[in-house]
């Protein structure tokens, strides 16, 4: 008789096996996932995990414009206070289909905690929201543009 996977010995049947929700709570953790899913003929489940308010950067000077056309090899950029980062490897969308408007444009006026992009990663869409309030100066990426971890998205001031 093949056992379920949400069965363990000594456990009622339909019982949910909690080392399994604990073992894909630490996968997301360690992988930093927003969620994860695994399923199993009719058995499946989700862990989802809330990620608390946006850290603040640390203010820094930023470089006038004239040193971004300079070689990759020079020093690197410091970063405003108001730098959105990735906090993940994925796909960035600045709008929520394609048909829809961005959630913001150069200009646009934010609060701390409006959407202001997705990064989608393993077919999850992760809301990035304004870390301050203030005016978006600058938008670091295009529309479907793959992200890695912590690449700068969008400067607010």
């Known amino acids: 008789m093949k056992e379920r996977p949400d069965t363990d ?9 909690t080392r399994l929700v604990e073992k894909l709570g630490e996968i997301a953790t ?3 996932l927003s969620e994860i899913e695994i399923q199993n003929g009719d058995f499946a489940i989700r862990v989802a995990r809330n990620f ?10 930023q470089q ?24 993940m ?7 929520a289909s394609p ?9 646009t006026n934010v609060k701390a905690g409006d959407k202001i992009l997705l990064v989608e990663a393993m077919k999850t869409f992760n809301e990035i929201i304004a870390p301050c309030a203030g005016t ?5 990426v295009e529309d479907g ?13």
Do not use: C, H, W
């Open 9 to 17: 010995k000594g456990q009622a049947p339909g019982a949910v096996d």
């Open 89 to 95: 490897v994925g796909t960035a969308y600045r709008r």
């Open 136 to 140: 978006v100066i600058s938008i670091l």
């Open 30 to 32: 360690r992988l930093n």
């Open 99 to 107: 048909q829809a408007a961005p959630f913001v444009e150069l200009g």
């Open 145 to 157: 543009q793959p992200v890695e971890y912590g690449q700068p998205l969008m400067v607010i001031e």
């Open 52 to 61: 608390g308010p946006p850290v603040a950067v640390q203010p820094a000077v």
């Open 64 to 87: 006038p414009a004239a040193a971004a056309a300079e070689p990759a090899a020079s020093a690197p950029k410091p970063e405003s206070a108001g730098t959105v980062k990735s906090p």
